[in-house]
């Protein structure tokens, strides 16, 4: 990566202002869960629609001692997961704005929101 195609470096106090702007910002209970998602680890588009974690497979948990029940992948819709990354709660993992399947991380902003909205 160039040094041209870098985002620019915020002052201390710009980071302080867009991370207060993140937030203050009000999500639905899908993009709560998104961001939960991301928080435990780093979301990959899965096909054009979805994005999970990486190695997400069914796994299975036992309810009781006789029977296995099936536990469904995570998964969190695009137009959630572009919105979560509009308001700065997500950022591409790879460091590039221009690809809409990169790989997406959880920001300080998104950590600072779930603790303060538990």
């Known amino acids: 990566m160039s040094i041209d195609q870098r985002r620019p470096l915020l002052s201390p106090k710009e980071k302080?202002?867009?991370?207060s702007r993140a937030i203050e910002a009000s999500l639905t209970p899908s993009q709560v869960q998104a961001l939960k998602l991301?928080?435990?680890?780093?979301l990959h588009s899965a096909d054009g629609r979805s994005w999970t974690h990486l190695s997400a497979v069914?796994?299975?948990a036992r309810a009781?001692?006789?029977e296995e029940h099936p536990i469904k992948v995570?998964?969190?819709t695009t137009t959630?997961?572009?919105r979560l990354t509009e308001l700065d709660l997500l950022r591409n993992l790879d460091g590039t704005d221009g690809e809409a399947n990169s790989p997406r991380?959880?920001?300080m902003a998104g950590k600072l929101w779930?603790?303060?909205?538990k």
């Open 64 to 66: 009781d001692r006789f």
């Open 16 to 19: 302080v202002e867009a991370n």
């Open 74 to 76: 995570k998964s969190a």
């Open 58 to 60: 069914v796994t299975y």
């Open 105 to 107: 991380t959880i920001t």
């Open 80 to 82: 959630t997961v572009e």
């Open 38 to 42: 991301a928080r435990s680890g780093d």
């Open 114 to 117: 779930l603790l303060k909205h």
